[in-house]
């Protein structure tokens, strides 16, 4: 198999696009940062909160997030610029002239892309977790949150449920574990025990309450006996390590877990039985990889909106490239809730975006008349 060869236009195109790309994602980053995170860095700043060195780390760990979104916006932007530009000035239609069809033109723009596109994966995959997990050490931030894990028998049927009020770390506050009776009525299920305990430790293979205080109920629902205990195990081997993973994930959003760890929590969804949120990190994980390879569509999209007659608006390709951004972002939260809700497979809120973005290519492509 041969490669084409590489002409001085392709080095053209791509160096011209190469360019505006560059400088469409940085004034995006700029635009980004700017308003909100840049005036609470200098407040924290301003206040003692933050040294210099702290407010520059904490901004270049913002970094990453804003890039995952700027990729694709900045390389439509710079495709649509560059070749808006090359129809105004008539080398387009030179190009033609020549006998260069519109697959061929947009080559370079195509190999960019690619490359784009793995950039933003990886800056997904990679460098956002890791950005977001030196934001939260930079603060002194530990995750500290209400969370509580249901334990079920064979037939989905629970039969404990701990209540964590806080925790921090390996460190458990204000547990509360309900014990319910094997007696089932046909809207609750009646408490047999109750369990508090102020503090709690999170070991490797178990959880263990310290100081527990004992309520046993009887069937009216009336405390028969309160006794207290030293220390209590509460949860063991799988089922330990799955509460711990799933509170420790409960507090976090997508885009701080990666890609391998990301599909593991996802399975224990599953097995969990957590089919909303099974359902929305589902769709999220297909968007990990098709959010990338949204950026060889734009790049398309903006080639074609770049074809333009001498004397056409400038402005028209530009706001009708303004607003599929806009919807692209402004819908992704609509999709996810359709996702969560069970509404729509999360196969089809994944890849409806991209597809709504294939099929307004075609419909440029036909308009333009290539």
């Not at 590489?6 to 700029?30: E, P």
């Not at 977001?132 to 049927?157: A, F, H, P, R």
């Not at 369990?195 to 069937?219: C, H, M, P, Q, R």
Request: proline share 4%.
């Amino acid at each position: 198999m041969k490669f084409p060869k590489i002409s001085i236009y392709d080095k053209y195109i791509f160096n011209q696009v190469l360019v505006t790309t560059f400088v469409a994602i940085l004034l995006f980053t700029v635009v980004w940062i700017a308003p909100e995170m840049l005036l609470n860095t200098i407040k924290k700043t301003l206040a003692g909160d933050y040294g210099i060195k702290t407010a520059i780390l904490s901004l270049s760990y913002e970094l990453p997030n804003i890039f995952a979104k700027a990729f694709p916006v900045g390389l439509l932007l710079g495709t649509l610029f560059t070749f808006d530009k090359l129809s105004k000035d008539s080398e387009l239609t030179i190009f033609r002239a020549v006998g260069l069809s519109f697959s061929r033109i947009v080559a370079p723009v195509l190999v960019l892309s690619l490359i784009v596109t793995g950039l933003c994966y990886i800056t997904s995959d990679r460098l956002v977790p890791h950005a977001e997990k030196k934001l939260q050490e930079l603060g002194g931030y530990y995750i500290s949150t209400q969370y509580i894990y249901t334990q079920k028998d064979k037939d989905n049927v629970p039969t404990s449920a701990v209540i964590v009020s806080r925790y921090t770390r390996d460190t458990l506050y204000n547990v509360i574990v309900l014990d319910f009776k094997r007696k089932q009525y046909s809207d609750v299920h009646q408490l047999n025990n109750i369990y508090f305990a102020k503090t709690g430790k999170i070991k490797t293979d178990k959880w263990v309450l310290e100081d527990i205080t004992y309520y046993n109920i009887s069937g009216d629902g009336i405390f028969e006996d309160i006794r207290k205990y030293p220390t209590m195990n509460i949860l063991e081997g799988e089922d330990a390590k799955n509460a711990f993973t799933l509170m420790t994930y409960s507090t976090k959003k997508e885009r701080e877990i990666t890609n391998k760890d990301l599909n593991s929590y996802i399975k224990l969804l599953k097995k969990e039985n957590l089919d909303e949120e099974y359902r929305y990190m589902l769709n999220k994980y297909f968007q990990r990889f098709l959010h990338p390879f949204v950026c060889v569509l734009l790049a398309i999209m903006g080639a074609l909106l770049g074809f333009s007659k001498p004397r056409e608006q400038r402005l028209i390709g530009f706001t009708i490239a303004i607003g599929c951004i806009f919807l692209y972002y402004i819908t992704l939260p609509f999709f996810d809730l359709l996702a969560e809700k069970g509404v729509l497979h999360p196969i089809i809120t994944s890849t409806f975006p991209p597809f709504a973005f294939l099929c307004a290519i075609v419909a440029f492509y036909k308009s333009k008349d290539l």
